[in-house]
């Protein structure tokens, strides 16, 4: 039997992970970043609901060469990279492919940096209250990636929020954040596309309009 979606799309996604984070609104330091480019329309929604500033934190997953859907670690922007020692092992994945695939992620994470940012420099985190977003977690390599790095600059809060998540992930990630709320952790959980009955792929046009949107 196959389940009924949870959101029709991300913006219904994002206004009621907003509900679950109306706490936090209104708060003079407060900051979300959302992962692109699905975690943008969820983190605009988030941002204009609470009253913050959006901007974006790049990170790239690292796929297992043949089957880059598998994530075996993933980057972040500052050099940060986070590695799924598992899986590397049980594929015996050596360590030049490895390197090979952060190089290629790594010149793709600068593209969309330049492409989404332009020249606007990257928000303070420090002594903020930082919530990350993105549209949902499966393994949350991703996710790790990011808040390893944002913690790295010292935020007052780091708060995870995500509609959808693999409950043991939410798990994990309570180990890095002050804060994670996972809105919904359904069993069993598959692929977070599974959720949304509108999934479509968000294009870079729609990252850089929502950021012009949230700024004006």
Partial sequence: MVSPPLYRDRVDAGRQLAERLSSLANRPDLLVLALPRGGVPVGYEVARALNA???????????????EEYAMGAIA????????EDVIAALAIPDRAVAAVADEEGRELARREAAYRGDRPRPRIEGRTVILVDDGLATGATMRA??????????AELV???PVAA?????????IADQV?????????????LWYADFDQTTDEDVRELLGKSRS
């Fill in 53 to 67: 500033p959006l901007d974006v934190f790049l990170v790239r997953k690292l796929g297992v060469p043949g089957h």
């Fill in 167 to 175: 409950a043991e992930t939410c798990e994990e990630l309570a180990r």
């Fill in 146 to 155: 990011a808040a390893l790095a944002v913690a790295a600059e010292e935020p």
């Fill in 77 to 84: 922007s500052d050099g940060v990279r986070v590695l799924n």
């Fill in 160 to 162: 995870i929020a995500v």
């Fill in 181 to 193: 709320v996972c809105a919904a952790t359904p069993e069993p959980f598959r692929a977070v596309g």
